[in-house]
């Protein structure tokens, strides 16, 4: 599919949309507060995010075509202005924020009647959706300060739905107080970062400030911001050793924040950081080579390693796929590492992936949730059997997250490698083939729990997913199987993504 | 759509619309066993059609698609890939026939599923040799592995599955850990997979690299079953004796050499190959494997498993003829493929019709049985005569071809392994034929069938014939060089001896 | 300035600082939670002081509503529902932490160097888009205050998300604390004995003066410190003066927590449509100068405020109290929704201890 | 430079106030100290509006000493009923209100 040709809004509404696609969940959020019902504000989170998803959409299509947007907020010409900033790599992420968030604010109908105590879901589907509209907002803002409100928006919220998973999993509450604590952590390291940027360079426009900080190199309140802004995103991002709140808060909080979360939340701090990496900071500074060389490259690895060992050892089923996370982000990062174009886009590419399979993934188990509780991994044994559909979904988002050809996940480990050997880094190569084994370990083990053992006399029988889950589900596990076949539309935003990044550099 | 495409297409789904097929009517037995044969004598017409086509210098190509620039799922068929398809798809028909039999005289349980694996077998067969990329065979390299897993594990005991985690572990493994990268590695260098006469890496990269991807993709190529990841072939055999037949005979372990030749001819070239210090120390490898192999096969009273530690020395006289700096090697490999695989399903089919008859499995248990198998046992000596490299059989000229290339190519101790492999295998191969039909009394001489009647009928026919094809390609086997010739990107004629 | 102010004005800096020190200090060092809280509440009220004397009044004003006042008396609520002193941890357990702390602080002095000398006019924030600001902000928006000039309109966005984050922390407190069971209140006071007569009396004539002060600084942002924010933080601290006199229940009658909630997530309809209201006419999001359309323009007469020979930005005016008035509406209602929930809990933290 | 005298006066009795308030030894005494505090600090800002010439400081002298107040009466409630939510004047209450 081209998106050059795709022509999904009006170009009034178009020229609109990059501020349409963050206000509308906004004010549907709010509307969610004020719905009379649980079921009334469900709706208004479907057609909340769908309609954030179409404005995505037609950002992305605008880009293809016109390359970077400016979108002016208040009439004010960045830097006295805030403008939002959408190139290719962002109009993908927020595509991927945008389905993810449409099909899981549809799952939630099924899901939070079973998760969460009904008084809470219409608070439940505002906080949601200003999780969603916080992210997207980040993807697209072209102000550092801006980019830490639109953190702040996506994380405040979800702190209390990670919480809200107590009527299920009483560990739901510590989760979330981790989550809090090392979130506030991160984005207050984050800001102190811009503020030592702003004091350097008396800007907080990115592009502004990538201008000013070209020769600022040298200066120790650029290199403090520095590593400020890359600790606190790494928080925030699950960068190991500092992803210790992300297996809890997967894990015990309702199954929509889990799959919502772990499409997103943490791609948008990595797409910042990258924003960061590769726009912000100045062309070849020392530090920022010593960064991705010394520091993201081998924490990536580590987390590759270690991470996929944890998820080998757990015990319980979405702890293993919450591990797993980390693990993929450590892949995303040693594409980073190789700072180039290629790595990059292969990084981002593996985002989306990621972002799909890790969707299914956790729906699929969410809707399986509606009708066991169950946690462990032999929970699960032989529900392939009463819940077929489901389970081949799961199958398809595994299968993808092992890197097995025709999903998605294969291309996406594919181009990492490719570039990593392009770049010369055979053992960055040798650390992803390794990962890939783990990997296939763990997803291994849970294939053959789910599909081959025979359920435990006495155990509570699964049940297929209602419509409303299966759907969304089907959808997900489609797009990992058919970006796998044709990964034209999120290759060409890759690519291009990266090569806009790269253009400004030498 | 042209025809060439149109072929391709069929090759391909026919399997797939038989394991479909094969589904839907898996509760009478009669229709399916009926499907299964039609199905297989489409697929061999088709695969007959394309290797004419081939033959003709007319080789069908499809594009199916493209999910990265450089990286598609294409389909481009070659003389190698074209023959292979023509074994496998004529094979499986034989094997249906002799599976029929063979099946419903053990009273096998999931006969269905069974059947439908092994459609689904073919479509990965299909898909291997008609690869235009490393890419796409890989693909289908890699769901031969998982169709066939239910069949290794078929009989559903602990050894079965204990040599089904085997079978897995080892080809996923080494797929992942030395193929996969392999393959990425070549993309990385030339910038995409395809095929190409005369070799895709010639020129572009050097000895070191070189060697760490050769070695990487003859490895990562574990179907190929050479030393030391071979571990999987032998425990295998506790599948029953059809599967045996086609997988670890022809379709599995042929797939596994079919890439290696595939490898060698198209990504490297005969003149790369020549310059690779890693191609001497692989033939070195091929060169113990075929006589370790073939030590340990004397040792093993099994027969099948005796049979299957012959492959293993066998298909590494096919990895040892791609290693080859000599481009005839490469004809001989494919030749080779081709013979062993006619005469070892014979091998493996009459092993099953001796455990079907009389439920002897043990080389120890057959003394005096040819009295009472006499076909059987006829079919099995001829196909040893084959093994062995004795004439009239034709896997002699293959055997011929490649002992000639090694010396052409000074590679005396792989040409010294060869021949010492060959005696060996007329130890362990040819007592067995003798000690049935010329040992007057033994433990097979008296009592009775386990299953009335001994042998069903269709299974005898079905031996038969490969017996007899053994003999029949003696004759054709200048054409068949003739028509490999272009793959080795030379005449045939300049360098036959 | 005066060399003598000058002067004061560092002698004033160190003193202030070295409280700042002792205090953090005492913080750290104490075991006992309510001292804590104390002493960050004085602590709040010293370097709300402190941004005085560094003459930044509007970031003073709501550094003391929220340091040194909400976020105290939420802070007791927090600690009703827990023990009243820390857990000792031992040392071994705090080595790590410690170092890391040491790092961060290890960079931020760092930091320090690469930073301009303080109130440097050649520094690049004085020089660069702050001076823009300083230069532009009375033609463009034609408000007297720079701060609300940029906080409303130039970065009105980044306004906007604060908002929403204010927003998103009423709704995560109602989720966690909002929906508990609620102990029956004991029944309002009145009977003879009122020993509280005098705060009694005192609380409810201050409550309206409160929201009229409020009022004040909700209005009067445009010209001094104050705004939106710090006048929804004060109109919601008159509602918790009313809370702790005469109890939560006579104030949830008043008030409801739904009422609240309402509030908070209409504060953000009102300040986003306004950006709507701006695209709909013709603009951009948040583009005041589209927020009126000429014919409502033509209809407001030229002498409204003040001088009418003087150019007036309208859009801008009302885009301003707008979206002022959005933000008091989420402010006050979050808080006070934050109190409720602190205050209502507490009542079954109670109630479940005596039940056992 | 009476205005800078009493500025310094303020200081020093600051730094006594921050003195009780970290020493306590009871928190009644830091409750006291903080509301001392609390109510010197609105007369140095006061001042410091007179010393930099920003009449409009007092605005913010206001807040503070409104602030002081519903904080100290939080703080004086949370102590007499270990709630914050109860009204404040029962009569009798179980508490012992009179005692």
């Known amino acids: 599919m081209q998106l050059e040709a795709l022509y999904v809004a009006q170009p009034a509404l178009t020229a609109q949309a990059p501020i349409l696609a963050i206000a509308v969940p906004l004010i549907g959020a709010c509307a969610a507060a004020l719905a009379p019902s649980g079921r009334a504000g469900w709706m208004i989170s479907v057609v909340a995010a769908m309609v954030s998803a179409w404005m995505a959409l037609a950002v992305a299509g605008e880009v293809m075509r016109e390359g970077v947007i400016l979108y002016q907020l208040g009439g004010f010409a960045p830097p006295a202005g805030i403008a939002l900033r959408v190139d290719a790599m962002g109009a993908l992420i927020a595509l991927l924020i945008g389905a993810v968030g449409t099909l899981a604010a549809v799952f939630s109908g099924h899901s939070l009647a079973a998760e969460v105590r009904p008084e809470k879901h219409t608070l439940f589907q505002a906080g949601f959706l200003l999780a969603q509209a916080g992210m997207v907002g980040l993807v697209y803002t072209g102000d550092a300060f801006n980019a830490f409100v639109f953190l702040e928006v996506s994380s405040i919220g979800t702190y209390a739905l990670v919480a809200a998973g107590e009527r299920r999993d009483r560990r739901a509450l510590p989760a979330a107080f981790n989550y809090l604590i090392m979130g506030t952590i991160g984005a207050t390291f984050y800001v102190i970062g811009v503020g030592f940027l702003y004091g350097a360079t008396g800007t907080l426009n990115m592009a502004d400030m990538a201008a000013r900080l070209g020769t600022l190199d040298q200066n120790a309140a650029v290199q403090a911001g520095f590593a400020f802004i890359v600790a606190g995103l790494g928080v925030k991002a699950a960068m190991f050793p500092l992803h210790g709140w992300l297996p809890g808060a997967y894990a015990h909080g309702p199954s929509l924040i889990s799959l919502f979360l772990a499409a997103t939340a943490t791609k948008a701090a990595i797409y910042l950081m990258a924003r960061f990496l590769f726009e912000v900071f100045p062309d070849g500074a020392a530090f920022g080579d010593m960064f991705l060389q010394w520091v993201l490259a081998p924490l990536g690895a580590a987390a590759v390693i270690v991470c996929s060992l944890q998820a080998v050892f757990a015990r319980e089923l979405r702890r293993m796929i919450a591990f797993s996370s980390v693990a993929q982000v450590g892949f995303i990062f040693l594409g980073f590492s190789l700072a180039n174009a290629s790595g990059l886009s292969a990084a981002l590419f593996y985002m989306t992936a990621h972002g799909l399979m890790k969707a299914a993934m956790f729906m699929a188990l969410g809707g399986l949730a509606i009708s066991i509780g169950a946690r462990r991994l032999e929970d699960f044994a032989g529900v392939a059997r009463e819940a077929p559909w489901t389970a081949v979904a799961f199958g398809i988002g595994a299968a993808s997250l092992v890197g097995t050809p025709l999903t998605m996940g294969f291309l996406a480990k594919w181009q990492i490698m490719e570039a990593a050997l392009a770049g010369g880094r055979i053992w960055i190569f040798a650390v992803m083939a390794a990962g890939s084994v783990l990997t296939l370990v763990y997803v291994g083990r849970i294939i053959e729990v789910m599909f081959f053992r025979e359920p435990a006399p006495g155990a509570p029988r699964a049940k297929e997913s209602p419509v409303g889950v299966l759907v969304p589900l089907l959808i997900l596990a489609g797009l990992s199987l058919w970006f796998g076949i044709d990964a034209s539309l999120p290759q060409q935003l890759a690519q291009a993504g990266a090569a806009s990044l790269f253009e400004v550099r030498p | 759509m042209n025809g060439g495409e149109l072929l391709i297409l069929l090759a391909l789904t026919l399997p797939l619309f038989a394991a479909a097929m094969i589904y839907a009517v898996g509760r009478m037995p009669d229709v399916r066993e009926t499907l299964t044969l039609v199905a297989c004598i489409g697929l061999a017409i088709v695969a007959i059609s394309i290797f004419v086509r081939v033959g003709q210098g007319d080789p069908p190509a499809l594009t199916v698609a493209e999910p990265l620039p450089g990286l598609a799922i294409a389909f481009r068929v070659e003389p190698l890939g074209a023959l292979f398809a023509v074994m496998a798809s004529v094979l499986w028909g034989v094997n249906s026939l002799f599976s029929i039999g063979y099946m419903r005289g053990r009273r096998e349980a999931r006969q269905t599923r069974f059947y439908i694996c092994f459609a689904l077998a073919m479509f990965g067969v299909m898909g291997i040799a008609f690869a235009a990329n490393l890419f796409t065979l890989f693909l289908f390299y890699e769901a031969l592995t998982f169709v066939t897993y239910p069949l290794v594990t078929h009989a559903g005991t602990p050894a079965a599955r204990r040599a089904g985690r085997v079978y897995l572990v080892t080809l996923v493994g080494a797929s992942v850990l030395l193929f996969l990268p392999g393959i990425i590695g070549v993309q990385s260098m030339a910038g995409s997979t395809t095929f190409t006469p005369g070799g895709l890496l010639n020129g572009r990269v050097d000895a070191a690299a070189g060697s760490v991807l050769l070695l990487l993709l003859v490895f990562g190529a574990a179907k190929a079953a050479l030393m030391p990841l071979h571990g999987w072939l032998p425990s295998a055999m506790v599948a029953p004796a059809p599967v045996s037949a086609l997988l670890h005979a022809v379709a599995v372990v042929k797939a596994g050499v079919f890439a290696v030749l595939k490898v060698s001819a198209y990504i490297f070239g005969p003149d790369l190959i020549s310059t690779l210090p890693a191609a001497t120390w692989i033939l070195w490898m091929a060169a113990g494997s075929i006589v370790i192999a073939s030590l340990v096969a004397l040792t093993k009273d099994d027969l099948k498993t005796r049979l299957a530690w012959s492959t293993v020395s066998q298909l590494a006289y096919v990895t040892s003829a791609a290693m080859l700096p000599m481009a005839s090697g490469l004809v001989a490999g494919g030749l080779h493929m081709v013979f062993h695989a006619v005469a070892k399903i014979t091998l493996f089919m009459c092993a099953g019709a001796i455990y079907v008859a009389t439920g002897a499995n043990r080389v120890s248990e057959i003394g005096g049985l040819g009295r009472r198998m006499p076909w059987v046992f006829v079919a099995f000596l001829a196909a040893s005569f084959a093994i062995v490299g004795l004439p009239p059989m034709a896997a002699m000229w293959s055997k011929f071809l490649l002992i000639t290339a090694s010396f052409g190519s000074g590679e005396w101790f792989t040409a010294a392994a060869l021949i010492a492999s060959s005696l060996l295998s007329l130890v362990f191969l040819m007592p067995v034929a003798f000690r049935a039909l010329f040992s007057p009394a033994g433990d097979g001489a008296g009592g009775e069938f386990v299953r009335p009647g001994g042998t069903p009928v269709t299974s005898l026919v079905a031996l038969c014939v490969t017996a007899a094809a053994c003999v029949v390609l003696f004759v054709a086997v200048e054409p068949l060089a003739d028509y490999l010739a272009p793959i080795a990107a030379v005449s045939f004629m300049e360098t036959a001896p | 300035m005066t060399a003598p102010v000058l002067e004061a004005s560092f002698a004033l800096n160190v003193a202030l600082l070295l409280m700042l020190v002792v205090l953090a200090a005492a913080v750290v060092w104490t075991r006992s939670l309510l001292a804590a809280i104390l002493l960050m509440s004085v602590y709040s009220l010293v370097s709300a002081t402190w941004l005085m004397v560094m003459d930044a009044p509007d970031v003073a004003f709501t550094e003391a509503v929220v340091g040194a006042g909400i976020s105290t008396i939420v802070a007791l609520g927090a600690i009703l529902l827990t023990r009243g002193e820390a857990v000792r941890v031992s040392w071994k357990r705090q080595v790590v932490p410690g170092l890391l702390a040491g790092l961060v602080g290890g960079l931020l002095i760092y930091a320090m160097s690469g930073l301009p000398d303080f109130g440097d006019p050649a520094s690049p924030a004085n020089s660069h888009v702050g001076r823009a600001y300083l230069e532009t902000a009375k033609r463009d928006i034609g408000a007297p205050n720079v701060v609300t000039a940029v906080l409303g309109s130039y970065r009105g966005f980044d306004t906007l998300g604060e908002t929403v984050v204010i927003l998103a922390a009423c709704i995560g407190v109602a989720l966690m604390l909002g929906f508990g069971p609620r102990a029956t209140l004991a029944p309002p006071a009145g009977a003879p004995g009122d020993h509280h007569v005098v705060l009694r009396v005192t609380a409810k004539m201050l409550v309206p003066l409160i929201i009229l002060f409020a009022l004040y600084v909700q209005f009067h942002g445009d010209l001094g410190a104050g705004g939106g924010f710090q006048a929804g933080v004060i109109a919601a601290v008159a509602i918790i003066l009313h809370a702790l006199v005469f109890g939560l229940r006579e104030t949830t009658a008043a008030i409801p927590p739904q009422a609240a909630r309402a509030v908070a997530a209409l504060g953000v309809v009102v300040y986003a449509g306004v950006g709507i209201v701006c695209i709909v006419n013709g603009g951009g999001f948040l583009d005041y100068d589209h927020l009126l359309t000429p014919q409502i323009e033509a209809m407001i007469p030229a002498g409204l405020l003040g001088d009418p020979d003087k150019p007036h930005h309208w859009g801008q005016y009302f885009g301003i109290l707008a979206i002022e008035l959005g933000v008091l509406m989420t402010v006050s209602a979050t808080m006070i929704t934050i109190f409720y929930g602190f205050a209502g809990r507490t009542i079954d933290a109670i109630a479940a201890e005596l039940r056992r | ?99």
């Open chain 4, 1 to 99: 430079m009476l205005i800078v005298a009493g500025v310094a006066g303020l200081i020093v009795a600051m730094s006594l106030m921050i003195v009780r308030a970290v020493l306590g030894p009871s928190h009644y005494d830091r409750i006291l100290a903080a509301n001392s505090f609390g109510t010197k600090t609105v007369l140095l800002i006061a001042l410091m509006g007179y010393l930099f010439g920003r009449p409009a400081f007092l605005d913010i002298a206001l807040v503070y000493a409104l602030i002081n107040f519903v904080t100290t009466i939080a703080l004086m409630k949370f102590f007499r009923y270990r709630s914050l939510a109860r009204p404040l004047a029962v009569a009798g209450g179980e508490d012992g209100a009179d005692g």
